[in-house]
């Protein structure tokens, strides 16, 4: 059985910086990733981990955001740096039990409670 449980989310200004940690409970070897869902628009897939902790990420985060995995914590992190207001929203950490690479935005079946971001101009 995997859980898992989003922190460090908050507020700040914009350019400013936030790192959010997702604790993991159970096999950590699953393709992992970070969402999120701004007001009024859908849940969106923003950066994806295999389990050799080979990153992707979408091309609105990319260059700013960084996925990362400690495993002696058993623990995903997203390192979240020159936010913009855009950026606000609950942000999720979710596994795909079914994959371990070539980790897709699809087909995720365990997700953290959320944790929300929000990000003044």
């Known amino acids: 059985q995997v859980q898992m449980v989003e922190s460090g989310g908050g507020s700040v200004q914009a350019g400013g910086s936030l790192r959010l940690s997702c604790a993991v409970s159970?096999?950590?070897?699953?393709?992992m990733a970070w969402f999120r869902q701004a007001p009024g628009k859908e849940r969106e897939g923003i950066a994806t981990?295999?389990?050799?902790?080979?990153?992707t990420y979408v091309d609105s985060v990319k260059g700013r955001f960084t996925i990362s995995r400690d495993h002696a914590k058993n623990t995903l992190y997203l390192e979240m740096n020159s936010l913009k207001p855009e950026d606000t929203a609950v942000y999720y950490c979710?596994?795909?039990?079914?994959?371990?690479?070539?980790?897709?935005?699809?087909?995720?079946?365990?997700w953290g409670q959320g944790t929300q971001v929000t990000v003044s101009s």
């Open positions: 979710a596994a795909d039990r079914g994959r371990y690479q070539h980790c897709s935005y699809t087909g995720f079946d365990v």
């Open positions: 159970g096999y950590f070897r699953y393709c």
């Open positions: 981990s295999d389990m050799w902790d080979y990153a």
